[in-house]
């Protein structure tokens, strides 16, 4: 069942817009950074990585933006789609094996 | 490439039985996989790491006897629910490293009557 009083934070966005998702993370050591999309009732899926040696680095129609001295990362989407619709998670990794990851971020795109 | 896959996608037992979920590396060998549970809105939840030809490591508060793991090639890693019970309901993800990427299983739904 749903735990009670949890929410996703939501970002609305009109298709064709840019999306701009936000993440905080934690360590400071973390050196490796990830962002996932996940579809309702699916794994999460791999849409581009960042090392903290960049500052920015771009996909198709996607682009990661790493800021150490606040520790901030952002997810750039241009022309938001309607498949674009997930949930979003970033993901850091430094010092051991694991992942951290973030509470996620529900992206809605509106027609 | 990267494909991880997971087997059932979807399964519904009864209180008091076990469950086993496969997890498979279908083009990389990998060592390691997670296994990671996931409650509805939250985040991923590292239960445990499964290790190659040794025994897995699991995170604090999971139990190793409920949540058995067996790692028995480099493609293949299985989770055992044992005695599952209607708080053990949840969707299970394993997933894979590849350098320092992990690629995630599609899921398993677990749904304990």
């Known amino acids: 069942g749903e735990s009670v009083g949890l929410h996703l934070p939501t970002l609305s966005v009109q298709e064709g817009d840019n999306s701009i998702i936000n993440c905080a993370y934690s360590n400071s050591a973390s050196d490796y950074f990830i962002w996932y999309k996940q579809e309702s009732g699916k794994g999460p899926q791999f849409i581009i990585d960042?090392?903290?040696?960049?500052d920015k680095r771009q996909g198709q129609r996607v682009t990661v933006l790493l800021n150490k001295t606040v520790k901030h990362l952002s997810l750039q989407i241009a022309a938001t789609q309607p498949g674009d619709s997930a949930v979003y998670f970033c993901a850091e990794q430094g010092g051991t094996y694991k992942y951290i990851f973030g509470t996620g971020t529900r992206l809605k795109v509106l027609a | 490439g990267a494909v991880v896959s997971q087997h059932p996608s979807r399964v519904i037992c009864k209180s008091g039985t076990s469950v086993k979920i496969e997890c498979r590396s279908l083009d990389f060998q990998a060592t390691t996989m997670f296994w990671y549970r996931q409650f509805p809105k939250q985040s991923l939840m590292l239960m445990a790491t499964s290790n190659e030809g040794s025994k897995a490591t699991y995170e604090q508060g999971v139990e190793k006897d409920k949540f058995l793991i067996n790692h028995a090639s480099l493609t293949l890693s299985t989770l055992t629910v044992t005695s599952a019970h209607p708080e053990d309901s949840s969707f299970y993800i394993c997933s894979a490293p590849q350098g320092r990427t992990q690629y995630f299983g599609p899921g398993t739904r677990l749904t304990v009557l």
């Open positions: 960042i090392r903290s040696n960049m």
